[in-house]
């Protein structure tokens, strides 16, 4: 009997790894036990990777095996096209791959840990070569974007974990985690964090700051000045005072210490955001908006500093422009900072590690590169550093758990390198927002919560709310509005409940939608053309490459299959005026520049219209009229001075700025923006952690409250044609306190 090549029993005819299994018998892929399509070649190509998994499989052997001496084919182009329907299947990506890495000029390698189902009891594993092993390398990565409003659910809708390529998806220890609070679904909770002898638990909620005792549960409350509340919480050493950063009612963040016995708070710093307390309670790294100028609500947080426990000596640590930072963790003997942080990619997804910094020497090296390639995802996650060398930090799932983060650790040496592969150590739904560890890493406490990004509806008298918003999509994935129907009785968005964003369909009266464009590539921005009798949309064929062209495609609504427009790189947003006018525009996005073309939904013709030469050009957002006449254009603010849109006259009329006030509204930043349906006001959405406010701002500036939520965010409004409802785009969350006590 053979047990290693794919012959000999029916074990050894299947090959498990990760969440799938590769039956070579019934000739099937199969994911959770069920089947994944995959063609002929595509599955004896995998099949041979999967026979030496961490080795090198080389092109020749790949054309050798498949492709004989008398078959005549274009074989370079046979064989990427299988590799790259073998990356589809298993959700994949070539820039950060999991599964299947090309290995330049030679071939290809399988990554992860392969075996066979067991036999009489025992697993039949195929030998881990050290290159399955080994510290996952840095890939580059790309923000995925497509819609009017992208950077602003990203920047301040986030709430989930990280991902990261390379890691073994089997648990290798067995913790106990208990549940330390029990907050409903409408007060979640918002910081928490151990302290360093293991005793207590400090965290916030919507009701207040407690300190709890962890094991007798007894709770008080802790007094914080009036109007803050607490967002991220670091002890210090002797568990008897902490540096909290709290929040006011501006959605600003300045540092203050607090003492575990009572007392009064003491400011330390402005400006300052996740505190993390040095092993010997001597200094505090801080996270900063910088130059960046963005505050805690938008969660720009651009620099590291660090300054003297008593708040002294405040200075610049490492950061640049582009950089956000997330959160810090001290290493065991104080000599480094470990961080998570996310620089803003090309379209809708983030470039990111876990990176560490001397704080003498302000070293830097990367630890993990981080692979984020969804909307929702955060690569400024938590983080915490044991005593014992293990960094403690959270992974996203892949789809269709994207919105799920579970905890993982890895070894380092005294110099920040890993030692040992990651473990997994936790499995359960929900995403991880914060992690502490007690002083001697027994102890690790989380706050865990479900995110639920939807649609919900508003019925309108002209710019005023007849009713409270209604929620249209009941799954608990990702639901994004982009459109409505003609007839304003539907409305398109894009999901990703089965695993990739796909468009959707669904009436107002509806309670499930209707799909009309699927397959396995992410599929956004679904608008109508001029005369609503086409479909328009973004297909993006593998959104890890930042070069790769993107589709801008067309679908008749009467029936018929989609057909392409056109492509070019990086596009990131298209939308069409309605007739009598017939302009379309898509833009795209270069280093420094956001550049505006004009196309033809039919011929695919296009025409720069328009360029603006900017810093980070990911960060601005647009909407054209209704009548085609103006381009409006800004970029997203999280600071207190008053937003401005630049207004584009497409007809020769120049430009001129729209300065919004903000004045009596309790209202800060400006996120997302849409033209009404008449044309003669915008919808724009303020910034907002938690919570925000949707306005409604007539051509002079003047802004009127149009609905401000309770606990939830608004992300951005798409009005129907007639103007008589909002399309809205909502996230809520809800989040507990765990514990996880190692063995």
Known sequence: MRSGNGSGTEASRTRRFGVFELDLHAGELRRGGVKVKIQEQPFQV???????????????????????ADTFVDFDHSLNAAIRRVRDAL???????????????????????????PVNGAAVAQPESPATLAHPQPHRVRWIAGGAAAVALVLFGIRLGLSFARHHPVAQVQPRISRLTANPADDRVRAAAISRDGKYLAFSDDTGFYLRQIDTGETHPVNLPKGFVARSIGWFPDSAHMVVALENASQTTSLWEISALGGSPHKLLDDGFSPAVSPDGREIGFITAGKMGFTTAGKMRAEIWLMDADGEQPHKLVGQEGDFFGSLAWSPDGTKIAYTRGRVGHIYGLIGEIGVVGVRDQHVGTILQINSLGWFVRVDGPLAWTADGRLIYAIGEAPPRQLDSNLWSLALD???????SPLRWTTDPGAVTSISASGDGKRIVYVKGAPQPDVYVAKLEGSTFVSQPSRLTLDDRQDIPFDWTPDSKAVFFVSDRTGTFKIYRQGIAQTVPDLLV???????????????????????????????????????????APQQILQRSWIGNQQCARVPANLCLYSYNTDGKLTFMRFDPLKGNDTQIYQLTVDLPQFYNWSLSPDGSTLAISKWTGGPEEPRIRLVSLGGGGEKWLTISLTGLDVTGMGAFDWAADGKSLWITSVGEDENALLNVDLQGRARMAWRPKKMTVYWAIPSRDGQYLALHVGSTSANAWMLERP
């Not at 930042?546 to 018929?560: E, N, Q, T």
């Open 91 to 117: 959700g994949d990506s070539a820039e950060n791959p999991t599964f299947v890495e090309t290995v330049a000029r030679r071939g290809y390698r399988f990554l992860a840990p392969v075996s066979a189902p």
């Open 46 to 68: 995998l099949s041979l990777l999967l026979e030496k998994p961490g080795e090198v499989v080389t092109r020749d052997d790949l054309r050798h095996r498949l492709w004989p």
């Open 518 to 560: 699927g397959g396995n590539k992410p599929l956004l921005g679904p608008r109508l053309n001029p005369d609503g009798t086409q479909l328009l949309y973004l297909a993006y064929p593998d959104w890890s490459d930042r070069a790769s062209p993107v589709s801008l495609m067309r679908m008749p609504l009467a029936g018929g």
């Open 414 to 420: 005294a110099n920040g390198h890993p030692t040992d």
